[in-house]
C-alpha cells in the first residue's frame, strides 16, 4: 500500500495568483484521459497509453487519491501534482528508510511555456513544508527531460545522483524548504 504525504482528504485547495489546485472531479475525466493519452506528455514516462484502454480504465472521477490535485485554470484541468512516498525498491533516496515524499507532475501541452507547472509545483511544495516541517522532498526524471531538468533547478531542487532506470538515465535531486529561491515578494511562498 502506497503512503501518501498529502494533508486528509479531500485536500483543502491551494491558490496561486493565476491556478486552483484541487481535488479531482467528475469534470475533470477528458482532461485526465487527454493527459495519459498525448504522445507529449508521454515522452519521458513511458509512453502514451492508448485512448480506447484510457476510455474502459479511467474511473468516473479520476485521481481521488489524498496525493493529488489537479490544476486548474478558470475552472478547466491543465495537469496535475501528486506528491507520493517513493518506493523503498526503487533506487534514489536521501534518507537509510526510504520512503521520502517524491513530487511529480503532468501537464497538458497547451499549458506548458507558461510557468503553470512553477507556479503548481511551488504552491505544492509550500504546502507540503507546512505540514511536514524538515522533511525533503525527491524528485526524479529522466537526464533526456530538458524541461524537467530546467523545473528542478529552478524550484531549488539539487542533483544527488543519477542512474539507470526504465531503460533511461534518470536525474534525481532533493528540495528542502531552505533551498528553493525566494518569490519576487521575497517570501518564497505562494499565495493562498
Known amino acids: 500500500m502506497t503512503e501518501h504525504v498529502a494533508d486528509a482528504w479531500p485536500p483543502a485547495p491551494i491558490r496561486t495568483e493565476r491556478l486552483l489546485l ?3 472531479e467528475a469534470r475533470d475525466r477528458a482532461a485526465f484521459i487527454e493527459l495519459f493519452a498525448s504522445p507529449e506528455v508521454g515522452a519521458y514516462v513511458g509512453g502514451a497509453r492508448p485512448r480506447a484502454e484510457l476510455e474502459r480504465a479511467v ?4 485521481g ?6 489537479v490544476v486548474a485554470v478558470d475552472g478547466a484541468m491543465i495537469g496535475m501534482i501528486t506528491l507520493d512516498r517513493r518506493a523503498a525498491e526503487r533506487p ?5 528508510e526510504a520512503g521520502e515524499a517524491e513530487l511529480g507532475y503532468m501537464f497538458l ?11 503548481a509545483c511551488t504552491a505544492a511544495l509550500d504546502r ?3 505540514a511536514h516541517p524538515g522533511e525533503p522532498v525527491v524528485l526524479c526524471t529522466q537526464t533526456a527531460n530538458d524541461r524537467a531538468l530546467r523545473l528542478a533547478a529552478k524550484l531549488g531542487f539539487t542533483e ?3 542512474f539507470d532506470e526504465y531503460g533511461a538515465e534518470q536525474w534525481f535531486g ?16 505562494a499565495t493562498r
Open 92 to 96: 534514489g533516496h536521501v534518507r537509510p
Open 59 to 62: 474511473p468516473e472521477v479520476p
Open 160 to 162: 544527488v545522483e543519477r
Open 109 to 119: 501541452p497547451e499549458a506548458w511555456g507558461h510557468g503553470y507547472a512553477g507556479e
Open 22 to 24: 484541487r481535488p479531482s
Open 64 to 69: 481521488r487519491r489524498p496525493s493529488l490535485f
Open 174 to 189: 532533493v528540495w528542502h524548504r531552505a533551498h528553493r529561491p525566494a518569490a519576487p515578494d521575497g517570501t518564497g511562498r
Open 128 to 130: 507540503f513544508a507546512d
